[in-house]
C-alpha cells in the first residue's frame, strides 16, 4: 500500500491496531508505553516498539510534548499510521527528530487502505510512504 | 510550500538558530498540513511551558541559547507548579525544580507568566477575524468559535515557534473554507429545566466530541446568547472526548447567527439528533464509579472565571466543606487577584476551599493522597483524571459538588435526568 509520509522514515514491526484515537497525554505512561485511558478500548496495551495504527488524533495539545518525550526514552510506538493527518501527532516525531536526531515515521493512508490493516500484522514503512504488508 | 524572503532567510540560518529551527518546525509540520504557505499572526498562546519530561527543556534551551524572543504577544498555560501557593507541590523534589525551570526558560524567551488555561479570561484577549496560534484545547476551540479568532489545533513545541518568529501555516482553521460547518447537531426534547442549567452544556459537549471527530458542528436547538461560560464547558469537553477545534452555536457564536451561515455553501453531511437518552448516557460516561464515598472536590477545570467564583459562592452560601473531604478551584492569577479584591477569597478559604493558581489539579501533585472518590462540575476533568491520578471519578453540578462537599459524600441530583 501507498502512503504519504507526514514524517519520513523507515520502520518494520507488528500492528497495534487502535478502535478508537488515543490522546497521548491523558491515555498513555511515557515510562512504560501503555495506554492508561481507561475508557480506551486497547486499554492496558503496550504501544511501545510496535507499528501503531491510529485513524486519528485526539484531545490534548500536550500530546506533542508527551509522544516527543517517549520517542528520546524509546517507549514510544515504532510508527504510527493514520488516515487523517493530526499535525499534533506530526509535531511530536519533528521535534523528537530536530533535536535527538531520532525518527519515528507517521504516514497518512487513505481510510480504506488503512482499514486493511489487521491488528498483529507485520508490516514495514519504507521512507516514501509504501506499506509492505 | 511558497516561502517569503523573511521565511527563507530564517530557514537557512540567516536569522540565528532559534529562528532556523522555529521555522524547520513550522514548515514541517506545514507541509503535514498541506499549507500552501504561511501567515502572519497577531498572538500566541503557549503549552509547551507543562513539563512533561528532559524534551521540553532541551527545546526551550535551544532556542533560548539560539537568541529566540517572541515577536508578537504571548501568554502561557498553566505549568506544573503553583508558584502562589508553591506549598501545594506534593511531587517529586527534582520533578519540580526541572518544571520550575522550563517555566523560567520560557519567560526567559518574553513569554507573559499568565499562566492560564484560560487566556480568553485576560483583558487582551484576541479579536474578531486576527490569526493566533493557540495551543491548549480548550483555548483553541474557545478563541475560534466564541472569539471568532482563528487558531489551527496547535500542539506543544509549534507553539512557541510561532511566537518567535510571528508565522504559522496557513491552513485548517485559519482558512475560511475549514471553519464552515459540516454537519448539524441538533438538540431536542431536552426540558426547558435542563437547557436553563450549566450542567447541560459539559455533559453536550462530551457528546459533541464523540460523534464530532475534528469535523465542525452547527448545534441547533439551544437558547442564543449562551453565556461565555456554558460555551467554555461545551466546548472544553468536546476537546476532549473529541479533537474538536470548532463549534458553532447557531444564535450565540459569532459565525453562526443562522444555521445556513454556520453551513455556507456545505450541504450537512448528517444531521446527529441528540435528546434525553444520549444525554442521559453522555452523563453516565462522566462518571466510573457508583460509590458515594467523597474524598475529593476539584473544579475549575478549565481555570474558573470570575462569574464561576460568584455563582460558587452563592450555591456555597455559610456551609462549609465536611472535614473528610478536600475541596479545590483552580484558577488563574488575574482572576485571584480580582476574586481577592471582592472578598470572594477569603469566604471560600474559610469555608475550606483551597485555591489553585498557575496549575490544574489533575497534572500536577496537589491533592492530598484521596481517600475515596473524587467529583467535579468539569467534563474535562472527569475525563482525565482517572488516567493521570488513578482516581475513581463522579461528574455533578457545581451545586451537587457543594452539597456533596458539605455533606461529606456523593449527593447528585436525578430529577434532572428523568
Redesign the interface.
Known sequence: MRGRP??AGTAVGDVLRLDE?L?F???FD?ATGRI????HPQSGQSVAGRILAMT???????????L??AI??GTAPLAIIMA?????V???A???E??YGVTMP?VLLAAKAWERLRPGQFVALQDDGTILM | MRLSEDDQAALDGRRGEAQR?AM??IT??GE???AADLLDITGAHI??C?Y?????L??AQ?LLDGGGEVVVPTTLNVASLDLIHPELYRGDPDTGAAARQLMELYEALGCSPTWTCAPYQLEARPDFGDHVAW???NA?VFANSVLGART????????ICAAITGRAPAA?LHLDENRLATFELRVEGVSPELVDRDLLYPVLGHFLGGVA??EVAAITGLPSHLGEDRLKALGSAA?????VGLFHAVGSTPEAATLEQALGLNTPTRIVKVGPKQLRDARK?LS?TASSKLGVVSLGTPHYSMAEFVRLAEVLGNQVVHRSVAMYVSTGRDVLLEIGLRGIARVLQDAGVQIVTDTCTYITPVMAEVDGVAMTDSAKWA??A???LAVEVVFGSVEDCVRSAVVGRVVRDEDLWV
Do not use: C
Open positions: 507526514l514524517v484515537p490522546s497525554w491523558g491515555g511515557g492508561v485511558d481507561r475508557r486519528s488524533g485526539k484531545g490534548s495539545s500536550s500530546t506533542s510534548s508527551v516527543a518525550e528520546r526514552e487523517e493527518p493530526d499535525e499534533i506530526v509535531l511530536g519533528v521535534v523528537a530536530e533535536l507517521v | 529551527l524547520r518546525v514541517r509540520v503535514a498540513m498541506g503549552d509547551s507543562l512533561h519530561g528532559q524534551v521540553g532541551d527545546f535551544r495551543a491548549e484545547s483553541i489551527h489545533r496547535y500542539g506543544d513545541f509549534i507553539d485548517g471527530g475534528s476537546a476532549s472526548s473529541g479533537s460516561e466510573t475525563y482525565y482517572p488516567g493521570n
